[in-house]
């Protein structure tokens, strides 16, 4: 079977390799068959491994939905009565963090940040010493929309400092670059099998620390269909997710992970470097400018500024790249107009050298000078500073 390559460059779902597509094509089978439950346990098991985690101290919760399912289960999840959460807030996804926590009428502080810079973390300790009753500190770790990569390890260490617990979305991060659950303070983390493994949409974990899923237990139950602790029992006692899980997902994870470990944690994050030095090469080339200074990206996300070429319009740029197979995506910066580029899926600078060849006919095709215009200097745009 041929199936045509596309090249996303858009934040996951990502590129896929022919063999994780193919291995969606499996008999029909029940779910609650013994076959499958041989399928579940050792992803679960793969899922903690990832983050090095041993498997005494730390579980993987699955979840039949997009990325976002695993946020929600968890904010509405782990929050004791009588506790606060604590949101660092500095990007889109901890934003939606926030949305989710309201939309729960659940206590929280948010703590609202540059979404270009690194949070201050004195502020951070200044919030957890004025609030006795933070229940966890929730941060994400690669904001996606724009790139930035947000202090862990530190905001961790601080929340524990506090007697908080520390969870983080580590959705875009995960199986790309290495995180460790020990090293980087990570209480809870998450991911989704569509993003850093470069499986398909529809499975989503949650990797966390047993002793507070089981604590949980008697915290308020705030939603039935997302509810860590009962979806934690549920497959501890039977080795089945407790509702039907997205079979043919599940397969192509296996796989996912099978090339996940195949290639290594190491050598798959130099990878993904070297396809965002292609990136950056190709904007330095071109003249484009980045939202964010390089030393706080991610090296997994470019936010480009839109040129100010008054030809430029990023619907004909998308359009014309997306007919040649390369699929390029907005920004989520609340102040500047942006488009992005990932380094995520099973993709290598090679290809992001096709793409700039393609990019660059696309501007000449509507007339936008190259190298491209800016107004004003990059130091002088001043992103979302509060
Ligand atoms: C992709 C992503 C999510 C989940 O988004 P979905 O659209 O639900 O898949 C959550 N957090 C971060 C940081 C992400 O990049």
């Not at 190491?266 to 390089?294: N, V």
């Amino acid at each position: 079977m041929k199936i045509k390559r596309n090249i996303l460059l858009n934040p996951g779902p990502a590129t896929t390799s022919d063999s994780v597509k193919l291995a969606q094509i499996v008999p029909d089978i029940c779910p609650r068959e013994k076959e499958f439950q041989s399928v579940m346990r050792p992803i679960c098991s793969d899922l903690v491994k990832i983050v090095h985690g041993k498997e005494e101290d730390y579980t993987a919760v699955l979840f039949c939905g997009s990325g976002t399912v695993c946020m929600d289960a968890v904010l509405n999840s782990l929050l004791a009565d009588g506790k606060k959460a604590l949101v660092i807030s500095n990007g889109a996804y901890s934003r939606r963090a926030a949305d989710i926590l309201r939309s729960y009428g659940l206590p929280f502080e948010e703590m609202i940040q540059p979404e270009d810079s690194l949070p201050d973390l004195t502020l951070v300790e200044a919030v957890l010493k004025a609030n006795k009753n933070i229940g966890y500190v929730y941060m994400t770790h690669h904001e996606t929309g724009s790139g930035l990569l947000n202090p862990i390890r530190e905001t961790g260490r601080l929340a524990h400092r506090y007697g908080a617990f520390f969870i983080t979305d580590t959705t875009s991060s995960y199986a790309m670059m290495p995180v460790n659950v020990y090293e980087d303070n990570i209480d809870f983390c998450m991911a989704s099998a569509q993003k850093g493994i470069a499986g398909m949409t529809g499975l989503s974990y949650v990797i966390g620390r047993r002793d507070i899923i089981e604590e949980s237990r008697n915290y308020p139950k705030r939603s039935y269909y997302c509810n860590l602790y009962m979806q934690y029992a549920y497959f501890e006692r039977t080795g089945e997710m407790h509702f039907t899980p997205p079979v043919q997902t599940v397969y192509a994870a296996r796989q996912a992970l099978d090339e996940y470990f195949m290639e290594g944690e190491q050598k798959k994050w130099k990878r993904h470097q070297r396809i965002m030095a292609a990136i950056h090469e190709g904007e330095d080339r071109l003249g484009l400018k980045e939202a964010l200074d390089r030393s706080a990206q991610s090296g997994l996300v470019s936010a480009v500024l839109y040129p100010d070429d008054p030809e430029w319009n990023f619907q004909s740029i998308h359009d014309y790249c997306y007919e040649r197979g390369f699929t390029i995506y907005p920004g989520k910066l609340e102040t500047e107009r942006t488009f992005r580029l990932c380094a995520m899926g099973m993709v290598d600078e090679q290809d992001i050298r096709l793409f700039w060849d393609v990019f660059e006919d696309a501007l000449a095709s509507i007339g936008v000078r190259i190298p491209v215009i800016y107004h004003k200097a990059c130091n002088e745009r001043n992103v979302s500073k509060k």
